[in-house]
């Protein structure tokens, strides 16, 4: 598949944000107006010219954070990863902050200052202005923003930042349109995207008439369509000749009346899924600076009869058998650079681990020590893997190389310790261990140093997963009986409960950190689930019964 | 006379078992291979595959407590029985093969039946089995015994099954 930009259309895709934004990103979901007004204009000025359908996403995109109170929510918005998961564990961070304060101040006051710093480091040249202002009143300084930056144009788009039921935008995505549609069904492709779009919890599809919105020229009225409620448009066209297949996709901020984004594909028509999957990515890194995971894929156990694993499309479609080993495998995890699956396997009758190589197919020994070898993570870099092995003793978490020679081991103390997870800058490890005579989750510094316990409120919670904007762990607990998927801050607090149907279990987050996959048995079977990072919007997806979905890093 | 009768009561359990279940997910009866249909772990019988049984239908399976793997006194009594069986048997080598019930997350379940597994093949030796002959396999909750999903079914299945071989 072949990726061109539409020739109708500036390149207004990836770089287009200056990277010395890229951690402002978030923060702009948070406080959405500066980069639509004068205020913002002053702070950044040549930077934001057009991006007013981008923050109206963004705004919608505090996802799992906005019961948190208003100080914090915003510093966690604006905290970049590495600082945040650092310094939300084990306080101040010991480099010196570019602010050049805050490592002296206690944990919330920390927090605080480094929203400041972030700020700070966004506004550059604003330095007075921004830092006053939020050393004295964080409040007010929104309020003022809000009511300075009130432009004429854009008053109708204003989100309500205190409300927590955040507001998702209006799209409209009639099917797509082709001169010769041979054997694809336009009705299909742009079925494809509004999925995508619906499953990320940030859009409401808005229904579509077949062939309205459109001028005599072929042009799209986007008056018309604005008449309609949606606030962005995304218009899709292809063309088949033979086994070729033709793409074309925009998407227009109707707001402006203006076309953001046009991407050209050319490919097979076995790619068909595949290229509107790759142009949601590129709709989300437009929107909300992140691009998409619609065009990545979940691997899972198959449950019942056969344990092989199988991978499928995140959205469930194109699904394929991975192992023929014919015995129970588990836990798979994708390479990060998507070369290989490692996994589990009792192929020689133990609980070893075996990497599947993806060009070869072909499953070769990874770790076969006596005891379990089992719950194996890369870690981000793909340099090393970290597991429990219990050939010492009890199952203990340690790092092995991707050779599988064993590089240290990180856990010690009587617990059984299993499921680690790396957090994304890799310099922590959270797990699970019962050290304290009931499953909880703990997280240790990789580099050496004592693991600090997170989770007190359950007498059973297991199995985390670091979210790869750092500042989330999904997690399973036991509630009332049931097992839940919950989520917390990476200190610990701002827990929240995200399913409340049957037993779920076994959360992976998406690449982009938007959405779970996760395990449930709700329908009396064991199915693959994907919802969004805040659970309201929870679906099954797996054609078969499965268990530990296991997401991949990046597009296949 | 005590071991005909000792095969003779597991093939009519076995059929019980047989009758009673009818569940898509591999289940694991005693003495049957766990792993679902694959060749049999060990080589080729020398001894007789008739003393092997012998002792399989002889060993008791050891039971455990939601979450734990510390022995009750009546999985202690138990394992107490096993070790005589086995000291009587000292040709065989044993698999120490840990289970859990289905609740809980599976790879924490996967720890748990490596502990049980352990907890039963220590005490083993602490009761005279020679540790050459011992070997510990977990199976978390992958394969249960029952299907059920209750109480009298999860009990059945967080166990550690003594499975020998020559």
């Known amino acids: 598949m072949i990726e061109t930009y539409d020739g109708a259309v500036p390149d207004v895709g990836a770089g287009f944000i200056p990277a010395r934004l890229q951690s402002s990103r978030i923060a702009g979901g948070d406080n959405p107006r500066p980069y639509c007004s004068a205020v913002a204009s002053s702070l950044e000025p040549a930077a934001y010219t057009q991006p007013c359908l981008r923050h109206r996403v963004l705004s919608a995109c505090l996802w799992a954070i906005d019961a948190v109170p208003r100080v914090s929510r915003n510093c966690l918005l604006t905290e970049n990863r590495r600082t945040m998961s650092r310094s939300a564990i084990f306080g101040p961070s010991p480099r010196p902050s570019p602010g050049g304060r805050g490592s002296h101040l206690e944990p919330h006051r920390n927090a605080l200052s480094q929203c400041e710093r972030e700020r700070v480091r966004v506004s550059r040249g604003k330095n007075l202005f921004c830092s006053r202002l939020l050393r004295h009143c964080l409040s007010a300084c929104l309020a003022l923003i809000l009511t300075v930056s009130a432009g004429p144009a854009h008053t109708k788009l204003v989100i309500d930042l205190e409300n927590p039921h955040l507001a998702k935008m209006p799209v409209a995505i009639p099917d797509f349109i082709s001169s010769s549609p041979g054997p694809l069904n336009g009705k299909t492709l742009a079925s494809v995207i509004r999925n995508d779009l619906y499953l990320s919890g940030l859009f409401q599809i808005i229904e579509t008439g077949p062939s309205q919105g459109f001028k005599q020229s072929g042009e799209p009225d986007l008056e018309a369509w604005s008449k309609t409620g949606a606030q962005a448009l995304i218009l899709g066209s292809f063309q088949v000749n033979g086994d070729d297949l033709v793409v074309e996709a925009r998407l227009y901020d109707l707001a402006l009346g203006k076309l953001e984004l046009g991407k050209r594909f050319t490919g097979k028509i076995k790619d068909q899924r595949r290229v509107v999957h790759v142009f949601g990515d590129r709709v989300m890194e437009k929107l909300t600076g992140i691009p998409g995971c619609f065009s990545t894929r979940i691997a899972f156990v198959a449950e019942g009869r056969s344990r092989e694993v199988f991978s499928m499309d995140y959205d469930g479609h194109s699904s394929r058998q991975m192992t023929q080993t014919r015995t129970i495998n588990l836990s798979p995890e994708w390479s990060p650079d998507g070369q290989g699956l490692i996994f589990t396997s009792y192929i020689n009758r133990n609980p070893d681990l075996w990497r599947l190589d993806l060009q070869t197919m072909e499953p070769k020994l990874l770790s076969g020590q006596p005891g379990i070898n089992a719950s194996a993570r890369y870690s981000p870099d793909g340099r090393a893997v970290a597991l429990s092995l219990s050939a010492q003793g009890t199952p203990k978490i340690f790092i092995i190389s991707t050779q599988g020679n064993i590089i240290k081991r990180l856990t010690n103390g009587r617990g059984n310790d299993i499921s680690p997870s790396w957090s994304p800058d890799g310099n922590f490890i959270s797990y699970t261990s019962d050290q304290a005579g009931s499953p909880q989750i703990y997280v240790v510094p990789v580099g050496g140093g004592e693991p600090a316990r997170l989770t007190f409120a359950s007498n059973y919670n297991t199995d985390p997963d670091w979210s790869p904007r750092g500042d989330l762990l999904a997690f399973t607990a036991r509630i009332e009986g049931r097992f839940q998927i919950c989520t917390m801050r990476t200190d610990g607090k701002d827990l929240r409960v995200l399913t409340d149907k049957g037993s779920n279990q076994d959360p992976s987050w998406s690449p982009d950190g938007r959405m779970i996959a996760f395990t449930s048995n709700r329908s009396g079977q064991w199915l693959i689930y994907v919802m969004n990072a805040r659970g309201e919007i929870q679906v099954p997806v797996s054609s078969i019964p499965g268990k530990f979905p296991a997401w991949s890093r990046n597009p296949r | ?166």
């Open chain 2, 1 to 166: 006379m005590s071991s005909r009768f000792l095969i003779h009561s597991a093939v009519l359990m076995l059929t019980v078992v047989v009758l009673l279940s009818g569940c898509s997910r591999p289940i694991v009866r005693p003495g049957e291979d766990p792993a679902g249909g694959m060749p049999a772990p060990y080589g080729a019988p020398q001894v007789g595959e008739h003393d092997l049984q012998v002792v399989q239908a002889e060993l008791r399976v050891i039971y455990f407590d939601y979450d734990k793997y510390g022995l009750t006194p009546e999985s202690q009594s138990a394992v107490q029985y096993n070790a005589e069986v086995l000291r009587r048997a000292p040709h065989l080598k044993v698999v120490a093969e840990g289970h859990c019930d289905e609740r809980g997350t599976p790879e924490y379940n996967l720890a748990l039946g490596d502990r049980r597994g352990r907890s039963v093949a220590d005490q083993l030796m602490a009761l005279g089995v020679d540790s050459h002959r011992l070997s510990t396999v977990s199976y978390g909750s992958e394969l249960p015994v029952d299907p059920g999903h209750n109480e009298a079914a999860w009990a059945k299945n967080r166990r550690v099954y003594l499975r020998v071989s020559r």
